[in-house]
Structures are given as structure tokens and as C-alpha cells.
Nanobody, 124 residues
């Protein structure tokens, strides 16, 4: 069982930056691939970024490429999402997720555990 708690969301102006963090419980964090997803009002949950167990492999959605970076610190049981040059269309609730595999992709069905989410609002 893995419990995930996101933090770092908030209100920011367009062009600004935020860093989200997701703290995981348990001693097996390094066994899990991690991902970030987001859901805007009235829209389906969408993939943002993913990272492998060791952090050696990452992937992200085209919409955030060059602006968002996923990373992890296995010693701290934490995965991060650095978000730069934020746009109003990035406004959403951001969720982290864990998958008991080396690397998981963009489908939310591949993930086993989810956090409660953190709100990110980007004003124009």
C-alpha cells in the first residue's frame, strides 16, 4: 500500500513557476514508477509526465514539453513536478500516481495508487 500526498499548488500569474511535490509513504517508494496527471473542470484526466523507478527514464505530454520537468528523490520518497512558463490552460487539479512497475506510461489505468490532488490556477 502506498499513500501519496501532493503539495505546492496555488495561484500564479501566466509566465510564472510552481514546483509540485508528492510525498509517498512506505519504504518501497523506489519500487514504483511515478506519474503526474491533471484534470481541468469539465475535462477528463490527462497525462502530464512520468518517471521510472530509478529516475533514469522520463516522459511528458507534448503540451508541457520544454516547460515541465519531472524528477524524484528516492531517499526522500518524493517526486516533483517543476512547472515553468505556466499558461492559463495549465489550470487544473494535479494528481500524482504510483505504478508497481519499472516505468508506466500515459494511461491512468496503469497506475495503482493516487493522491488527492493539488489545485493549480494560472491567471492571465
Amino acid at each position: 500500500q502506498v499513500q501519496l500526498v501532493e503539495s505546492g499548488g496555488g495561484l500564479v500569474q501566466a509566465g510564472g513557476s510552481l514546483r509540485l511535490a508528492c510525498a509517498a509513504s512506505g519504504r518501497t517508494f523506489s519500487s514504483y514508477a511515478m506519474g503526474w496527471f491533471r484534470q481541468a473542470p469539465g475535462k477528463e484526466r490527462e497525462f502530464v509526465a512520468a518517471i521510472s523507478r530509478s529516475g533514469g527514464r522520463t516522459g511528458c505530454a507534448d503540451s508541457v514539453k520544454g516547460r515541465f520537468t519531472i524528477s524524484r528523490d528516492n531517499a526522500k520518497n518524493t517526486v516533483y513536478l517543476q512547472m515553468n512558463n505556466l499558461k492559463p490552460e495549465d489550470t487544473a487539479v494535479y494528481y500524482c500516481a504510483a505504478a508497481n512497475t519499472y516505468y508506466s506510461g500515459s494511461s491512468h489505468d496503469e497506475y495503482d495508487y493516487w493522491g488527492q490532488g493539488t489545485q493549480v490556477t494560472v491567471s492571465s
